[in-house]
């Protein structure tokens, strides 16, 4: 048997599906004939394989967001031992500036994560997260700390993040990768839970820097681990007989940054930067908030900030799962406007039970906040090819209203308006977002989708022949008429 013959033989044509986004262009709604610059692409398997890189993809989750959520115990340490000459919303700078980068570095890493450069990425970030924490237990003065925190950190956990969540994508359809792109980000919530509790027994038993070594070296061994089990995967993977040529055409030109950057993206864009100006607040802030108005000593702020973080587990879980059934932006839309109602609530709570109820109803809604973002962007953007890229994108946007949101909230909060002052702003921003993501994507969706169907239902629906009853029926009104 000839190359070419045992090459074709090796071709089943039944592992292999078009592309969904290229079955709505012109006529080809319904699959049978294939428009041009068609693609093929593996069907993709959920096995062991997939699963081992969502496996990878929560212990990277678990070391970056983990940490970045658990910086309100970092904080209340802080304001209260090394740097409690500082304002509070000076101190929150290194939390947001690490945040920030972990946004704002995506916007390189999401396309060399197109480009296959995954392994090396997971390897440098993972190198520079172990460094940034190291270097914190030896930091004793501002500059040192926001240095080592803030900014090497802060870029570790950037080059990882975005290609950790795109990694999904690719083993799993877009009807299938919520759910086990919710497990994967509940790495976050479960190291939103580990660190706080962790950091507290450490601080009284070991103190401050070893806690931090700790801290690293956890990170080393689980990132170390995602490093070994990563396997990035390919489109053209194993596909012999197609149109590899032209799909690498239509890559690199997609791949440019002005038909990335369009006006929908730009709008969806903007909408997550204003969502990551108060999304974290209640995370920086809920410590001081026990302490300074409710009474009640550090270790129980703590403790409400690891309950926090878990409760953002349920909700990540339960509303990816959700939006696999329904619109992701329709769900998205839902959580944000429950958002607002608990952030304007906020500053009424003057008990224990209260705090507890609103940890617990703000991280469930929370963790699908931050989560289906990434659904809604396949959502709204169905080509792979392109998806770490446009994700990068609308990370970098979320990175600069995380910078910018914590302080503007401790900068209120050092005024006379106090928390009543951060619950009014942000409730407030977060309903004028609800009603940007009804009017720009939600309502665009259904009316989109409304006359899809009567085109389908229209194109669908076979032409009869009329009866002889109907014909001279036909007639008679023609005479009439």
């Not at 919530?189 to 690293?216: K, M």
Request: glycine share 10%; proline share 5%; aromatic share 14%.
């Amino acid at each position: 048997m000839s190359q070419n013959q045992a090459s074709k033989s090796r071709f089943n044509p039944s592992r292999y599906v078009r592309y969904p986004s290229m079955l709505r262009r012109r006529g080809s709604q319904t699959g049978e004939r294939s428009p041009p610059h068609s693609f093929i692409y593996p069907i993709t398997d959920a096995g062991w394989k997939a699963w081992t890189q969502v496996l990878a993809s929560f212990c990277i989750c678990f070391c970056t967001v983990g940490v970045s959520n658990s910086f309100g115990v970092f904080q209340s340490y802080y304001q209260s031992n090394l740097l409690d000459s500082y304002w509070p919303s000076t101190i929150s700078w290194i939390g947001t500036t690490q945040g920030f980068l972990l946004d704002v570095v995506s916007f390189v890493s999401g396309p060399l994560y197109d480009k296959g450069y995954v392994r090396y990425l997971f390897c440098v970030g993972g190198a520079l997260n172990v460094i940034g924490l190291l270097s914190t237990s030896f930091a004793t003065q501002y500059a040192t700390v926001f240095l080592s925190f803030g900014i090497a950190l802060g870029t570790g956990c950037g080059i990882l993040y975005v290609p950790a969540l795109t990694l999904i994508s690719s083993y799993f359809d877009e009807d299938q990768a919520a759910v086990p792109l919710a497990v994967a980000m509940t790495g976050s919530s479960i190291g939103g839970i580990v660190y706080p509790i962790l950091f507290r027994t450490l601080i009284e038993s070991i103190g401050f820097s070893w806690a931090c070594r700790v801290f690293a070296s956890i990170n080393g061994g689980l990132l170390l681990l995602a490093c070994l089990i990563v396997k990035p995967k390919r489109n053209d993977e194993d596909v012999a007989g197609v149109e590899v040529e032209e799909k690498k055409t239509l890559a690199s030109h997609l791949s440019t940054w002005r038909d990335l950057f369009d006006k929908k993206l730009l709008i969806f864009s903007i909408c997550t930067l204003l969502l990551n100006v108060g999304i974290d607040v209640p995370f920086y802030y809920v410590p001081s908030f026990v302490r300074e108005q409710l009474k009640q000593p550090p270790d129980v702020g703590d403790s409400l900030l690891a309950g926090l973080n878990g409760a953002t587990l349920i909700g990540r879980l339960f509303l990816n799962w959700l939006s696999g059934s329904l619109n992701p932006l329709l769900v998205w839309q839902f959580t944000i406007l429950v958002t607002a109602v608990l952030l304007w609530l906020w500053f009424t709570i003057d008990n224990m039970s209260g705090i507890v109820v609103f940890v617990i109803c703000y991280g469930f809604v929370n963790g699908g906040l931050i989560s289906l973002i990434t659904p809604c962007v396949r959502q709204l953007y169905p080509d792979r090819e392109t998806l770490g890229a446009r994700i990068g994108i609308v990370e970098g946007f979320q990175g600069v209203g995380f910078l910018v949101g914590p302080p503007i909230a401790g900068a209120i909060m050092a005024t006379s308006a106090g928390y009543l002052g951060v619950s009014i702003f942000d409730g407030t921003l977060y309903f004028v977002l609800f009603l940007l993501v009804g009017a720009f994507f939600t309502r665009k969706q259904f009316r989109n989708r409304s006359r899809r169907d009567v085109e389908y239902s229209a194109k669908d629906t076979p032409l009869r022949p009329m009866s002889q009853e109907g014909e001279e029926e036909g007639a008679r009104w023609r005479r009439s008429v």
